[in-house]
């Protein structure tokens, strides 16, 4: 039974940071990339970063660029999105995505997402 179960997220201040955690299971973890997506109300889904299988390439939205990193333990199954200089425009819910080997060609698999509200 494929699984990705998000958590970390929550209610933070303008200028605080979180670090949102997505573990996996029912599959081999490390054959997958994975990204993180949010999606706030009444707009798309957008995808915020992405890293490599072993872990040894990222890649980040122009919008959170420098403020946000994403890292990886393939003995854990856990991918981490640790958030910076948080905005009030970061708020929505978070959802992490695996695609085996970051092939496009691939539906990948959801996990259900964590909530991040930033508000003072």
């Known amino acids: 039974q494929v699984q990705l179960v998000e958590s970390g997220g929550g209610l933070v201040q303008p200028g605080g940071s979180l670090r949102l955690s997505c573990v996996a299971s029912g599959f081999i973890f490390s054959n997958f990339a994975m990204s993180w997506y949010r999606q706030a109300p009444g707009k798309g889904r957008e995808l915020v970063g992405s890293?490599?299988?072993?872990?040894?390439?990222?890649n980040f939205a122009d919008s959170v660029k420098g403020r946000f990193t994403i890292s990886r333990d393939n003995a854990k199954n856990t991918v981490y999105l640790q958030m910076n200089s948080l905005k009030p425009e970061d708020t929505a819910v978070y959802y992490c995505?695996?695609?085996?080997?970051?092939?496009?060609?691939?539906?990948?698999?959801w996990g259900q997402g964590t909530q991040v509200t930033v508000s003072s």
């Open positions: 890293i490599t299988t072993e872990g040894g390439s990222t």
């Open positions: 995505k695996a695609v085996y080997r970051g092939w496009s060609s691939r539906p990948g698999y």
